[in-house]
């Protein structure tokens, strides 16, 4: 076993699929988390809920048990449970629903999978130009708000890893055309995945802390 192994939730469909497709294909030993849907090829299988203690650290376990180790995760698992432009008439159980997935799973996630990370490993979030203070949007409340706690998260997660030598970032993958971006963005789900296999595998180890996109540090 001499490739990196990879844990990507959220890899049933669109960006994380990809994201998983294309690990595997770079000679990584791909753990698929997912939740009732088929893994990509050439990966394996894991059933995962990132809202789920219980699952997460099954998750976790089962890659220490099969592996030994963990050399990259990326957090892509994510709803878009809102559209509405009114923050002020947002219901916030809609808020809870989306942070838990969104928010606290990435952050449940590193936690649970933290003592399988080596010196030089990486985690990578998948976030939204949504998420950025630097221009925020008023489009869907929720998600928004939920991808700015994740950029929160990812900072704070980036200090921890700091003295261990891991890496930590978050990505944007654009507008792309899956099931939560619809059939008219204009970007492929492979496109979407770029920035986080280069962060998985390619970028500088310097580089953490970080928000990406098109390979390039953008704003917070």
Do not use: H
Not at 6 to 33: D, N, W
Not at 58 to 81: C, S, T, Y
Not at 126 to 137: A, D, E, I, K, N
Not at 170 to 176: D, T
């Amino acid at each position: 076993m001499s490739g990196p192994v990879a844990l990507v939730t959220g890899s049933g469909r669109g960006i994380g699929r990809e994201i998983a497709r294309e690990l595997a294909s770079r000679g990584c030993r791909v753990f698929a988390g997912v939740r009732g849907a088929r893994a990509p090829e050439a990966t394996e299988p894991l059933a995962l809920d990132v809202t789920d203690e219980a699952s997460v650290l099954a998750a976790a376990e089962a890659i220490r048990a099969r592996a030994g180790r963990l050399d990259i995760l990326v957090n892509n698992a994510g709803v878009l449970l809102d559209r509405a432009a009114d923050v002020v008439a947002l219901d916030l159980g809609t808020l809870r629903r989306t942070l838990e997935v969104n928010a606290l799973g990435p952050l449940r996630m590193a936690q649970a999978c933290w003592p399988l990370l080596r010196p030089g490993a990486r985690i990578v979030n998948v976030s939204s130009q949504g998420g950025q203070l630097s221009s925020p949007s008023t489009w869907a409340p929720a998600y928004c708000i939920s991808k700015t706690t994740l950029n929160a998260v990812t900072r704070q997660l980036a200090l921890a890893g700091a003295p261990r030598g891991v890496a930590v970032n978050s990505m944007c993958p654009g507008w792309v055309r899956t099931d939560m971006g619809g059939a008219g963005a204009p970007g492929t789900a492979a496109e979407g995945a770029d920035t986080a296999v280069w962060l998985a595998l390619d970028a500088p180890a310097t580089l953490t802390g970080a928000f990406v996109q098109g390979r390039r540090e953008i704003p917070w």
